[in-house]
């Protein structure tokens, strides 16, 4: 595997110095932020950015995400033009030296919590989900955690309503649209498409959501087969679905080779509903048997390129929800240390 950390330009608190200061840290997975979704993205931009990582002994191969506009989503006649920008998008992380790219088709909001600071006992903080919060939530005057109000009030309403009429079968047969103009682009210049699970893996008021179980994914690789159309395999939001079985899906896509990218997280059940906060990533601290799926990912010929994903905040570190240093290195660590466990098992 190679080990990657999410790095958000010169504009991130992290320096780069410090994301290579983690052992075993082969590359940054990073973005044009700048850019709103449907834009085009500048070589120029892309050349800077990669001399940066370069300069501070990084690999720049993983790029996260390049959006897609809610046109494609939609389904609206606009859309042609804004899938030609993103196949132009894919070109140019190309020429620059990238090999993947994460994205994901949820319709309006992507990631969803409902607290970005729930106070541990320890005096740390993560990230967590309240079913009982959630549901509490006015989507006719929504006021989201971390949601960055790309949208006004009524932008939001316009958008909301234009979905009304967006099934799953449409969503699904918009994805499948998108994918078959964009995988051509990919095969020609060596990249591949990274899909990123619906976090969390359910529907959202109202919202269909389409990357949520294995049915979902099985339906999206035979619909568009070549390899380079495939999976980031992200822990955390797959598992908040108890439905998800990880480390059998972990098997599965990886055996197929369907999973470029991997991002590892876990999280602890709050209820016995669909609750849950994020924990550290060591396995005993949350739900999920990291052990398991790191085991199940090598031995199926996972090979790609793998990410800490969110950590809590701790040491004192008032760090971007998700995404301060301290926690994500120790991931990192102990990530390290579950693959070399299973790649280099050496002598009995
Ligand atoms: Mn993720």
Not at 125 to 146: E, T, V
Not at 186 to 197: L, Q, R
């Amino acid at each position: 595997m190679k080990m990657t950390f999410r790095w958000y330009g010169q504009n991130d608190a992290i320096p780069l110095n410090y994301i290579k200061q983690i052992p075993n840290m082969s590359g940054v997975v990073t973005a044009c932020y700048d850019v709103p979704a449907g834009g085009v993205w500048k070589s120029e931009t892309l050349e800077g950015m990669r001399a940066l990582c370069n300069a501070a002994g990084l690999a720049m191969e993983v790029i996260e995400s390049i959006p897609v506009h809610e046109d494609i989503k939609l389904g609206k006649p606009s859309r042609d033009g804004y899938i030609a920008n993103y196949a132009q998008n894919i070109r140019a992380v190309a020429d620059a030296g990238v090999k993947c790219v994460c994205y994901n088709f949820m319709p309006v909001f992507d990631w969803l919590r409902t607290n970005l600071k729930t106070p541990n006992a320890d005096g740390s903080n993560a990230l967590s989900y309240s079913h009982d919060d959630f549901a509490r939530l006015d989507p006719q005057n929504l006021r989201l955690p971390g949601w960055d109000e790309s949208y006004s009030r009524e932008q939001l309403q316009e958008l909301l309503g234009e979905y009304k009429s967006v099934t799953r079968q449409k969503l699904f047969d918009n994805l499948i649209y998108f994918l078959k103009k964009v995988i051509p682009v990919c095969v020609d210049c060596g990249v591949n498409m990274a899909i990123h699970p619906d976090d969390p893996p359910w529907d959202v008021f109202g919202l269909p959501r389409i990357v949520s179980r294995e049915e979902d994914l099985d339906n999206i690789f035979s619909a568009v087969p070549e390899l380079n159309n495939g999976l980031t395999f992200c822990t955390g939001s797959l598992g908040a679905g108890r439905f998800n079985g990880l480390a059998s899906m972990a098997a599965k896509y990886a055996k197929r080779g369907r999973i470029h990218f991997a991002h590892l997280r876990n999280i602890k059940y709050t209820d016995a509903g669909d609750s849950f906060c994020e924990v550290a990533h060591y396995s005993d601290c949350g739900s999920l048997d990291m052990a398991a799926i790191v085991r199940a990912l090598v031995q199926n010929g996972f090979n790609g390129y793998v990410r800490p994903d969110h950590g809590r905040n701790i040491w004192g570190e008032d760090g971007k929800p998700g995404y301060g240093l301290y926690d994500r290195a120790l991931g990192a660590a102990y990530l390290n240390g579950l693959f070399e466990a299973v790649e280099r098992p050496g002598q009995a």
